[in-house]
């Protein structure tokens, strides 16, 4: 499914000092997008989430959210761009002292001018997104790690944003639990019209639900090869991207 550019990164160098993690990025993530970056591992996968999320500027090149470029504009647009995401970290990164529908109300209590009653009402209507109905007043040391995943993801939506960005949020899962968390996000796509890119190397979810990708190498320091994988897997020729689309099955 195409619709416009929403992400635009164009000629991206990614490094820690005199260190080049990766060079020369160039891709488009566009509105709809489940758009994947995979990788081995030390590619730079989480790196470059960190550049597109704003918490560590590019050694070269650009970012463009809807034609702006996000590390080139001032702090406060920066800012404002920056509210229009939603980050699910890899371990959920739920505070372990506060109940779910505490946790899910943060962002609207930081960010809103909403009362407690209509916070309380969206936070219901969040975590029943996402299929915890019921488990409002649960702490997340007493559910399970699918379920804290879960949790993660309905504070992430709590703003409604445009762009929702995941970090390897299939890690630490059972097979069973991740595809539930693969159809959620299949879902949320399809009803909220949500741009969602995710950082993973879980062959199941990529051939699942990935409509556009990158491959960063680690030996080239590159992308070697981007679009949808199920297309990468048919028709690519490059042995590395091969080897990382079968396991080394072939």
Request: contains cysteine.
């Amino acid at each position: 499914m195409a619709g416009e550019p929403i992400i635009q990164v164009n000629h991206l160098d990614m490094g820690y000092g005199s260190f080049v993690l990766m060079k020369d990025l160039t891709f488009t993530v566009n509105k709809g997008d489940i758009f994947i970056i995979m990788g081995g591992s030390g590619c730079g996968k989480s790196t470059l989430l960190k550049i597109l999320i704003g918490l560590k500027e590019p050694s070269r090149g650009k970012v463009f959210y809807g034609g702006v470029s996000f590390w080139e504009t001032g702090a406060d647009e920066r800012e404002r761009t920056m509210k229009r995401f939603g980050i699910l970290y890899q371990q959920g990164a739920l505070w372990s002292s506060m109940t779910l529908a505490e946790n899910v109300s943060l962002p609207l209590e930081q960010y809103t001018d909403l009362g407690p009653p209509q916070i309380r009402e969206i936070v219901s209507l969040k975590l029943s997104l996402v299929g915890l109905a019921g488990f409002e007043d649960f702490y997340p040391s007493e559910i399970s790690g699918g379920m804290r995943k879960r949790a993660g993801l309905a504070r992430a939506m709590a703003l409604d944003p445009d762009i929702l960005f995941f970090d390897e949020p299939s890690a630490g899962l059972d097979p069973v639990s991740a595809k539930l968390l693969d159809d959620l996000i299949l879902e949320l796509r399809d009803s909220l019209g949500s741009t969602i890119v995710i950082v993973t190397h879980e062959l199941a979810s990529i051939f699942a639900i990935a409509n556009n990708s990158i491959y960063l190498d680690v030996e080239t320091r590159t992308m070697t090869a981007n679009g949808d994988p199920k297309k990468l897997l048919a028709e690519s020729k490059d042995p590395t991207v091969r080897r990382f689309l079968t396991r080394g099955a072939e």
